[in-house]
């Protein structure tokens, strides 16, 4: 299905006015099964409709990014995720431009232990909680390519880097509520240390983390609010979950649990299928060769996990009902996404929410187009918790003036609303 900027916003306009009619009803349902709270993406190190190639590449810039944050920002997402690594701008610095054009959205932006310290990514969360009225979410991301973390000075081996993590997070936590920290570790020592400003958000930002080894899934139970993990099948996300939430009583704590995946969803199950394999349709054999290499000398175990999912084949993407591993050919971190329908997909995430999932990070190439195919398509299928609410302003009609005189007569299409289980 073709689809430039100016269809999908004239789509959405629609949908997002069948939403409107339907808002009470529809959260009443919300309020009688598991809500969903749906983040977006802002593709900081590239865009485009095919991956692995320049072929369909955009220019990406400033005013690109503020596109799909102010997207985000009206069509129901509860924010966006902002990538961290060296392929990617800086998060911080971008989610406080962004933060300016945006009323609701909120921003999970990356904290990097051993790569900041923790009084000044204290410093930095509880400016940007404030001046974001609130938007602030922290990613926290240890990393897990050796070679890019020796490059910014970072030479601590798995294991290691986690037990710095789990020092950096004691420290975090406690200076950001304004207490004096004193600390003394293997990796930090904390000298009257001191955040003078509060964040918002009490007792800080909520912390979200995503790592499958063991030693990973302690610190997520020790430290943080939201797990996060890769899109893999039902029964390895339901694993997880089931470790970490052990590991998290054991603590006297409890998690939320969230998944980060791609989804390509279209009117149709066969038009989604034809544009999941549109998307690799200029992959080649020396694209994946060098992509499955460099993913190959990670330490990370959830990217071991991630490339065992495909072996770096074409053959058998498919690897659990409509959870698709193509983009995982070329693409690291999440390298898998929901295929379907959009009747489809949202079973699909029901099965995840089924398991204890209650957030879901998506995306889609473009990022722009697709963020509004989301919302038209997918969205009325799900209890969302940022349901899109009125403006208070006049709405123009829909459709074009007939013969210079008058609008169409404006008949809106049934919304199909989630049945409550």
């Known amino acids: 299905m073709g689809y430039s900027g100016n269809e999908s916003i004239i789509t959405v306009r629609r949908s997002i006015y069948r939403s409107f009619n339907s808002y009470t009803s529809l959260a009443a349902i919300v309020n009688n099964r598991r809500i969903m709270q749906v983040l977006w993406f802002i593709p900081t190190h590239g865009d485009g409709r095919y991956i692995g190639t320049s072929i369909g590449g955009r220019t990406v810039n400033f005013n690109y990014w503020r596109q799909i944050a102010q997207a985000v920002d009206q069509l129901g997402f509860t924010g966006a995720l902002l990538p961290t690594g060296r392929s990617c701008e800086d998060a911080w610095i971008l989610a406080s431009a962004l933060a300016t054009h945006t009323k609701k959205m909120r921003f999970l932006v990356a904290i990097r232990p051993g790569l900041m310290s923790p009084g000044v990514s204290a410093r930095m969360a509880a400016t940007l909680d404030r001046i974001s009225g609130g938007r602030l979410l922290i990613n926290v991301v240890t990393g897990g390519d050796p070679v890019e973390l020796a490059g910014d000075g970072l030479h601590l081996d798995h294991d290691d880097r986690y037990r710095l993590t789990d020092e950096f997070l004691t420290i975090w936590r406690e200076i950001i509520t304004l207490e004096v920290t004193n600390f003394q570790g293997d990796y930090f020592q904390i000298s009257d240390g001191k955040v003078l400003f509060p964040p918002v958000q009490k007792p800080h930002p909520p912390l979200w983390f995503g790592g499958s080894s063991p030693i990973a899934q302690e610190i997520a139970a020790k430290h943080v609010d939201v797990y996060l993990t890769w899109g893999e099948p039902?029964?390895?996300?339901?694993?997880?979950?089931?470790?970490?939430?052990?590991?998290?009583?054991?603590?006297?704590?409890?998690?939320?649990?969230?998944?980060?995946?791609?989804?390509?969803?279209?009117?149709?199950?066969?038009?989604?299928?034809?544009?999941?394999?549109?998307?690799?349709?200029?992959?080649?054999?020396?694209?994946?060769?060098?992509?499955?290499?460099?993913?190959?000398?990670?330490?990370?175990?959830?990217q071991r996990r991630m490339r065992e999912l495909h072996n770096g084949s074409r053959e058998a993407l498919e690897i659990s009902p409509n959870l698709w591993a193509g983009i995982g050919l070329v693409r690291g971190g999440a390298g898998t996404a929901l295929v379907g329908d959009p009747e489809t997909v949202a079973q699909r995430m029901r099965e995840y929410t089924d398991l204890g999932i209650d957030t879901f990070i998506l995306s889609g190439y473009p990022h722009l187009e697709e963020a509004y195919r989301v919302a038209e398509l997918l969205f009325p299928h799900l209890p969302l918790e940022n349901l899109p609410t009125p403006e208070p302003q006049m709405f123009s009609q829909f459709g074009e003036i007939l013969a210079n005189r008058e609008f169409p007569e404006q008949k809106l299409a049934q919304t199909t609303v989630p049945t409550v289980d």
Do not use: C
Request: aromatic residues 6%; proline residues 1%; positive net charge.
């Open 234 to 302: 039902p029964a390895q996300v339901a694993e997880k979950i089931a470790s970490v939430r052990r590991l998290a009583a054991a603590q006297g704590r409890e998690l939320t649990f969230g998944i980060r995946l791609h989804v390509i969803v279209r009117e149709t199950k066969s038009q989604a299928w034809d544009a999941a394999n549109d998307l690799i349709r200029y992959v080649d054999e020396t694209a994946i060769q060098k992509a499955q290499a460099a993913y190959a000398r990670m330490d990370s175990e959830g």
